[in-house]
């Protein structure tokens, strides 16, 4: 920690300790730059880049894990410290033994939630790779891949794309993507990165290697759960016991584990607790559903629909008893029609962003309606929503 962030901890402006000073460092959709006891399998994604270090692109990969893994975590933390030392005067990167090569290649992340379109992918990826601003408007398609192909042809240059998050309800399904990299210059890798396995995938049918993560380990979660919670906070915000709890119920998902992490410290906050207390955590292993959508899904939806949810889980639940009826209430608060929010409502719970559960009627009569019940951290989704 910076000797800015520790002067923050200690920074009071009631004259009262505070237990959290950042709530971001709780937040399952932040990544610290230097992710916590991720040795081995950034060793293994090292290896695949390693071509880089003596003039060369590597082939395209695939990288695969479940949710809360630390495939974006690790992945970004890297890319970003690649593009860091690549970035100085242009520098070639090269081992020391090898000073005379001259092959500067260039490290681009994009996140196939907020890249839905062939326009958008193609805008992503050269806007990493150019200094100046690229125009989301008045530009096609073809004239994108012409300045990406003019940016690449350079005889000592390339690009290692990698695109997170694919193959996801909403984002690129495997052929799709492979068709977009099919209209990429010829001087760009891709590594790519989803949930399904090796022969669930065609994507493996276009890579020479697969990079494996594993759900993390109980001691490691535990660890990733007391670093952020001393960055949040301080050492005394959580007790090691109580992380162990979380580890084990979180059953190695970093993301639940740090939603529960987030809504313990909330509630520990509203109670004016000076630490996290067992009760406390229990209350925020409550708020996290089971199965557990992450929360970057429902932060890349438009902001409309987000708008939707915030207006969702603000309603009692006796103006929930049907869609129907929960549409009118939200329509009353958002600048959309019943109808509109009703189609969208339907549509979230298509997506599993929500789901549709039979609710009790009272006379018994006809079809019984049905309501909706978040299946993402709500303490934590409003907490971020409300500082945007």
């Known amino acids: 920690?910076?000797?800015?962030?520790?002067?923050?901890?200690?920074?009071?402006?009631?004259?009262?300790?505070?237990?959290?000073?950042?709530?971001?460092?709780?937040?399952?959709?932040?990544h610290i730059d230097d992710p916590v006891n991720c040795g081995p399998v950034l060793e293994r994604l090292l290896d695949y880049l390693d071509p880089v270090f003596d003039g060369h692109l590597p082939p395209n990969a695939y990288v695969y894990g479940p949710k809360g893994s630390g495939k974006s975590a690790v992945v970004t933390a890297l890319?970003?410290?690649?593009?860091?030392?690549?970035?100085?005067?242009?520098?070639?990167?090269?081992?020391?033994?090898?000073?005379?090569?001259?092959?500067?290649?260039?490290?681009?992340?994009v996140d196939a939630r907020e890249t839905t379109s062939a326009f958008a992918f193609y805008h992503a990826v050269l806007d990493?790779?150019?200094?100046?601003?690229?125009?989301?408007?008045?530009?096609?398609?073809?004239?994108?891949?012409?300045?990406?192909?003019?940016?690449?042809?350079?005889?000592?240059?390339?690009?290692?794309?990698?695109?997170?998050?694919?193959?996801?309800?909403?984002?690129?399904?495997?052929?799709?993507?492979?068709?977009?990299?099919?209209?990429?210059?010829?001087?760009?890798s891709w590594l790519a990165i989803g949930r399904s396995s090796p022969d669930e995938t065609v994507l493996t049918d276009y890579t020479a290697s697969e990079i494996q993560f594993e759900p993390?380990?109980?001691?490691?979660?535990?660890?990733?759960?007391?670093?952020?919670?001393?960055?949040?906070?301080?050492?005394?915000?959580?007790?090691?016991?109580?992380a162990r709890d979380i580890a084990e119920w979180a059953d190695g998902d970093a993301h639940d584990a740090l939603a529960a992490l987030f809504g313990a410290a909330d509630e520990a906050t509203r109670n004016r607790h000076q630490s996290i207390t067992a009760a406390d955590t229990a209350a925020g292993i409550a708020a996290v559903p089971r199965p557990c959508v992450s929360l970057g899904r429902v932060f890349a939806?438009?902001?409309?629909?987000q708008q939707v949810l915030h207006e969702l889980l603000a309603l009692r639940p006796d103006q929930q008893q049907s869609v129907r009826a929960t549409s009118q209430h939200i329509a009353k608060s958002v600048d959309l029609s019943a109808a509109t929010v009703k189609r969208i409502l339907y549509e979230l719970?298509?997506?599993?962003?929500?789901?549709?559960?039979?609710?009790?009627?009272?006379?018994?009569?006809g079809r019984p309606p049905s309501r909706l019940e978040p299946r993402f951290p709500t303490v934590v989704f409003e907490r971020l929503f409300a500082a945007q």
């Open 128 to 188: 990493a790779l150019v200094d100046e601003s690229v125009p989301k408007q008045g530009i096609k398609t073809e004239a994108l891949q012409s300045r990406l192909k003019a940016t690449l042809d350079g005889p000592q240059t390339g690009a290692i794309v990698a695109v997170d998050h694919l193959e996801e309800p909403g984002t690129l399904d495997g052929e799709a993507f492979v068709d977009l990299c099919a209209g990429l210059p010829s001087k760009v």
């Open 301 to 305: 939806l438009p902001e409309n629909r």
């Open 1 to 30: 920690m910076d000797i800015e962030a520790r002067i923050k901890r200690r920074q009071r402006r009631d004259g009262e300790p505070r237990l959290l000073v950042d709530y971001d460092s709780l937040s399952p959709v932040a």
């Open 349 to 365: 719970a298509e997506d599993g962003i929500t789901r549709r559960v039979t609710a009790e009627r009272v006379d018994r009569k």
């Open 216 to 242: 993390y380990q109980s001691q490691v979660l535990i660890d990733v759960l007391m670093t952020r919670a001393s960055s949040a906070g301080s050492q005394r915000t959580l007790d090691h016991r109580l």
């Open 79 to 109: 890319f970003d410290r690649l593009v860091r030392v690549s970035s100085v005067n242009n520098a070639a990167i090269h081992t020391t033994t090898r000073v005379q090569a001259t092959f500067a290649p260039r490290f681009v992340y």
